[in-house]
């Protein structure tokens, strides 16, 4: 979601409408584009960890590999999603879970703000989340809630895979933004804890934002300026990944077995979302439709756990879709899902 700050506030009218972006990214000195020993993949025997990752260059040998997936059903049923895990989310007053089957609606945490991104722990236990520009982690259950950022605007959590390290949006660099009052915003690692706070894209001369960390730990796609990009957290290193001037491509999100990102294309104030392969970004399939009338259309797309559907915000509705299907099933009201595994 794209944003300037108080560069946030285009990424959250009325919670949905995205607005048009900063200019362009200037083009980078392009590193070699991943190849399928360099895509993450859903086991991670063969990579290093992200904690790893941070702290070497080890190289990348562990290939790509398919999950199957069973044919398409024409609308998700209670049946295929109640054993899926939960999804958080926010609505109206507060920050929710429910069961992917859209049972067992339960208030975490009660919330008097502007929400700005929720991300589930590896192991399900913990939620990040961020509201009026902070960020905090509670148990799953809301309790233990701790603010672990500080002064500056930070939104958009994500863990990494192996739970040491979350990524976000921040303008604490404090870094002006020559077309406008604003500060660039930057992506930024942190610990669960707060400490050991780093830039990753210091020298980047537009605003950055969105990151979503992949299954192996090895890339972070990210909003830049409009496309899409995957940055090697441990290197710095940069790869367009989607490029596509005229829309801006908020949110891109991996499948779990890290051979497709789901992204939300906006043109013009009405998203849809597509899902690409990694090794192949130009055989990109539409999701959902063209949004017509009122609608604002689909965002903020999140996976299940076995790659099987998606789940998203439509308007103001949380929506599950399978993956390949045309039929969506709308849940209950809200805005920002992330899904988990976790059930309990």
């Keep these: 979601m794209s944003k300037a700050i108080p560069p946030f506030t285009f990424l959250f009218p009325l919670l949905i409408l995205l607005s048009a972006c900063q200019a362009a990214a200037t083009p980078l000195p392009p590193a070699a584009s991943p190849t399928a020993n360099e895509t993450p993949t859903a086991s991670r025997t063969a990579e290093p960890t992200a904690t790893e990752r941070l702290t070497s260059t080890s190289s990348r040998t562990s290939a790509p590999t398919a999950v199957r997936t069973k044919r398409p059903s024409p609308t998700p049923t209670e049946d295929a999603l109640k054993d899926l895990g939960k999804i958080a989310f926010f609505k109206n007053d507060g920050l929710y879970t429910m069961r992917a089957d859209g049972s067992e609606l339960t208030l975490v945490a009660e919330l008097d703000g502007i929400p700005q991104g ?14 009026d520009w902070k960020i905090g982690i509670a148990n799953a259950n809301g309790s233990g809630f701790v603010k672990i950022t500080g002064e500056g605007d930070h939104v958009e959590p994500d863990w990494s895979p192996d739970g040491e390290w979350l990524v976000y949006t921040s303008d604490q660099s404090m870094r002006a933004d020559p077309n406008g009052p604003f500060w660039y915003t930057d992506l930024f690692l942190m610990r669960p804890d707060g400490t050991d706070a780093r830039n990753l894209s210091p ?7 969105s990151p979503d960390w992949s299954p192996s730990g090895v890339w972070i796609a990210f909003w830049y300026g409009g496309p899409v990009y995957l ?3 441990a290197s710095g290193a940069m790869n367009p990944l989607v490029p596509e001037p005229a829309c801006d491509l908020f949110n891109p999100v991996w499948s779990p077995d890290g051979m497709r990102i789901a992204y939300e294309k906006n043109c013009s104030g009405r998203s849809q979302i597509f899902i690409i392969p990694v090794e192949d970004p130009n055989s990109k399939t539409a999701l959902t439709g063209v949004p017509g009338g009122k609608n604002f259309g689909a965002s903020n797309p999140t996976w299940s756990p076995d790659g099987r559907f998606i789940a998203y915000q439509q308007d103001y509705k949380i929506c599950i879709q399978e993956v390949g299907a045309a039929a969506s099933r709308c849940l209950t009201d809200g805005v920002q899902p992330d899904w988990s595994w976790a059930v309990g």
């Design 203 to 209: 020298a980047l001369p537009i605003n950055s934002d």
């Design 118 to 131: 929720v991300s589930w722990s590896p192991d399900g236990k913990r939620i990040a989340y961020a509201v």
């Design 231 to 233: 940055m090697d957290p």
